[in-house]
């Protein structure tokens, strides 16, 4: 049977650990922890995995994320390229298939992606998805559509919990984690540890210290990190400088709280840089390796963040 460290469990060990550490000792740890970086393949728009992947160590991750159309193509390349050409290009260049987005399909129909987790991944790529929307909700109404929705969920579930992925369910603007309280109580009524909150700063408030707690109350029950900040939104075609104002260190929002609290959890899941463009499917800038450099710039930040 496997044995869950529940949301609960896990705050009061963590309690326990922090009652007794010192500063130096949260120093040093956050000086130790570096994030698991993942690389969005949808950054660079409709370039092939053959073009990609080489720039996965560039960027300073060891592992892919995946997206399909309208925002990338490479998901598809799995059908037009054939699982053993793909599992030879991830070999090739020594990278993991850490993630699937799969807004597409959606939460209720993940089987074709948790086979390619299968096939291609191992048991913690990451298949992040959303919960359909039920309007802004609060209190009693809130907690029964949560556990409707992991009701729903459950066969999905059951094939992580047999070791097919881990699913992340992002809190979105349109969908029914949709604010700080939906995402807590999600957090709260969630039972098995194969299943999680992808937490996306961008649907948040634009507050250091609010993403930092939400992180840290939530505890293991997150299980993905967009590195993606409001800046001047995404929705609307913008300069190409404020739209970039999206990636971390560009825009206003102080990543810091946020990096230290993952610090202090030893958070080991994907932590994706990540944007959107305007149209949706174009690369985030104009060659790949531009792109490349404000990936690394990013990372540069973050990183820095960690040794203030």
């Known amino acids: 049977m496997r ?17 007794t550490a010192s500063l130096a000792g949260k120093e040093s740890l956050n000086s130790r922890w570096r994030p698991n970086y993942i690389l969005s393949s949808a950054l660079y728009g409709t ?17 892919i994320d995946l997206w399909p159309q309208p925002h990338g193509t490479q ?48 048991s913690e790529t990451v ?27 459950s066969p999905a579930i059951k094939q992580a919990e047999e070791g097919a992925g881990v699913i992340a ?49 939530a505890g293991p029950a997150v299980k993905f990190v967009y590195a993606q900040q409001y800046g001047k939104g995404s929705k609307e075609k913008l300069p190409k400088a404020d739209e970039l104002l999206q990636l971390p260190g560009r825009g206003s929002l102080d990543f810091g709280p946020l990096m230290r609290q993952l610090a202090e959890m030893q958070f080991a899941g994907p932590v994706e840089i990540f944007m959107h463009p305007v149209p949706r499917g174009v690369p985030i800038l104009n060659s790949i390796a531009e792109i490349t ?10 990183d820095g963040l960690l040794a203030s």
């Open 3 to 19: 044995t869950t460290l529940t949301r609960r469990t896990w705050m009061s060990s963590t309690a326990a650990v922090l009652g």
């Open 47 to 63: 370039a092939t995995l053959p073009e990609i992947l080489p720039e996965v160590a560039k960027t300073g991750a060891t592992s």
């Open 75 to 122: 998901r598809e390349e799995i059908e037009s390229r054939g699982v053993e050409q793909v599992q030879h290009l991830l070999e090739k260049h020594d990278v993991r298939l850490g993630g699937i987005a799969c807004y597409r399909p959606g939460a209720f129909k993940l089987d074709s992606e948790f086979a390619v987790a299968r096939q291609l991944g191992d």
């Open 127 to 153: 298949l992040v998805t959303m919960a359909p929307s039920n309007g802004t909700l609060s209190g009693k109404p809130l907690d029964a559509a949560i556990r409707a929705f992991l009701s729903k969920l």
């Open 169 to 217: 369910i992002e809190n979105h603007s349109k969908s029914l984690l949709n604010s700080p309280e939906s995402i807590r109580r999600f957090t709260t009524l969630v039972e098995s540890d194969r299943v999680g909150i992808a937490l996306a700063p961008h649907h948040l408030p634009q507050d250091g210290n609010l993403l930092a707690d939400l992180a840290g109350e």
């Open 293 to 302: 450099t404000a990936i690394r710039a990013a990372r540069a930040y973050l």
